[in-house]
């Protein structure tokens, strides 16, 4: 078999590898801290699943529109206008099974071969795996950890030209947690705004953040017509394994994209839809004590990595995911990342796993219980102090 030579381009997401050989390494009989995995450890809220179960009772088992069940666009062209204060409506909504297809085919819809696209870099790994898969090209602009993990605008804008067709911006963001703050957002509106350049605006982290408020491109004049918001349930309401997620846009858009969603999935399943329209306009507490803890979380968990000698550590505005400096240990971040899972059994995740310029970092999730975090820092600590500074 002979595969298509746009195969050798597709990347991959490693926090799924590196969850594989921990579970290997558990299956021996090891006890693994798991901090690979960007995945809240709550259930999610019990309103949203009995509103799932009454679904199914009601017969939401069938075929919808590609686009999505029409009460939960409404539900989501709602929620969008009052939390970004635009004027949004149903026909401005896409609903996907789960955040990546709104990466996905927006780069599909807007992006020919040769065309070029912004990224953050480290970044969500997907951003570039799906620019070269469709024959893109990738411009990485770098995250640096002295401007506290947000690029350099003068930089950024130094890079359009008349091939960049799409811009992607995420905040907060992963893998460091950085949020990009908001004349740093307004400097790229100025400059993009009579381009002929797409924004993608990941905000999936959107309700997640610790420090002033989530702020989008999408407040600035004529920035809603030129903007891809991506956003979901995952995060924000423990909703991963649902597979829900959302892009909003100018209409004409989000009908090619409705396209390219019945070229593939079809649509997504009706009964979570159902349940997604309780997410949004239920009761919040459930998702309001997540955030929380996370708070808590992050406070010690870089706290703690401060701690220790080699070792440090920013403290991220948003997300779950801490981003600490490991260059003082000597190692690479992959030579960090296996030698702390097969020796001190902790998985984390390498940050080149992010991109080249995630070298020197590795990524912790502290989406998981305070217990299992103390645990292991304890072992990093030991493993970094024993194994690598002696």
């Not at 009908?255 to 949004?280: G, P």
């Amino acid at each position: 078999m002979k595969l298509a030579k746009r195969m050798s381009r597709l990347g991959t997401e490693t926090a799924f590898e590196v969850l594989v050989r921990a579970k290997g390494l558990e299956a021996k009989g090891h006890d693994v801290v798991h901090l690979e995995i960007g995945e809240p450890d709550f259930d999610t809220p019990a309103n949203i699943t009995d509103a799932a179960i009454q679904a199914l009772q009601n017969k939401w088992t069938h075929y919808g529109p590609a686009a999505g069940q029409p009460l939960l666009r409404e539900a989501i062209a709602e929620y969008i206008s009052k939390t970004r204060n635009l004027k949004v409506d149903a026909s401005n909504v896409v609903v996907v099974p789960g955040g990546k297809p709104i990466i996905f085919f927006p780069i599909l819809a807007l992006v020919d071969e040769g065309d070029e696209v912004i990224y953050p870099n480290p970044g969500f790994p997907i951003y570039e795996s799906m620019i070269n898969f469709i024959g893109g090209k990738a411009v990485p602009i770098a995250l640096r950890e002295e401007r506290d993990f947000a690029f350099d605008v003068t930089e950024l804008i130094s890079k359009i030209n008349d091939r960049t067709k799409l811009i992607i911006l995420n905040s907060p963001q992963n893998p460091t947690g950085g949020v990009l703050p908001r004349e740093d957002l307004k400097a790229i509106a100025e400059a993009v705004r009579d381009r002929d350049v797409m924004i993608l605006s990941d905000e999936i982290y959107s309700r997640i953040q610790f420090e002033g408020k989530a702020e989008s491109i999408t407040q600035f004049p004529g920035m809603q017509e030129k903007t891809i918001i991506l956003d979901g349930f995952s995060k924000t309401y423990a909703m991963t394994g649902w597979r829900l997620g959302y892009g909003v846009m100018r209409a004409d858009l989000a009908t090619q994209i409705a396209k390219l969603q019945t070229n593939s999935t079809s649509c997504t399943a009706s009964f979570s839809q159902i349940a997604a329209v309780e997410a949004l306009r239920g009761d919040q507490s459930g998702s309001e004590a997540m955030v929380a803890e996370f708070r808590r979380r992050r406070e010690f968990i870089v706290k703690r990595l401060n701690e220790i000698e080699g070792l440090s550590c920013r403290m991220p505005k948003g997300a779950f995911y801490v981003f600490p400096n490991i260059k003082k240990t000597g190692m690479t971040s992959k030579e960090f990342e296996e030698r702390l899972l097969n020796e001190a059994f902790v998985a984390c995740l390498a940050g080149t796993s992010f991109g080249a310029f995630g070298e020197g970092y590795v990524r912790f999730s502290y989406a998981n219980s305070l217990e299992n975090l103390k645990k292991a820092m304890d072992r990093v600590e030991q493993f970094v102090t024993k194994k690598v500074l002696v």
